[in-house]
Nanobody
């Protein structure tokens, strides 16, 4: 089974930047979507950004105000979430998800903690 491993989280001051990475242990699917999600204790997991593996199309949550950028290297099985101008409300556990475009199956990483201090 494919494993997704997130890294790059940590503690940063408000206004700072972090780059999260999501590495897959093997080739995932022929066509897939990589998504970044985040979750705060007691709240539902919310989508942050996603990228289509075949055409590179991206989508972002409206609330991000263009502060985050998703990218990836399919050949290296690695995807990134560049987060700039971080705010305390961005504090959450960030998860990477890979979903097949054609079949109802996917994978989740274990999450990486991002903490933004004010």
């Amino acid at each position: 089974e494919v494993q997704l491993v997130e890294s790059g989280g940590g503690l940063v001051q408000a206004g700072g930047s972090l780059r999260l990475s999501c590495a897959a242990s093997a080739r995932i699917f022929d066509d897939f979507v990589i998504g970044w999600f985040r979750q705060v204790p007691g709240k539902k997991r919310e989508g942050v950004a996603c990228i289509n593996s075949s055409d590179g199309a991206t989508y972002y949550a409206d609330s991000l105000e263009d502060r985050f950028t998703i990218s990836g290297d399919n050949a290296k099985h690695t995807w990134y979430l560049q987060m700039n101008s971080l705010k305390p409300e961005d504090t959450a556990v960030y998860y990477c998800n890979a979903e097949s475009v054609y079949i109802p199956t996917g994978y989740w990483g274990q999450g990486t903690q991002v903490t933004v201090s004010s």
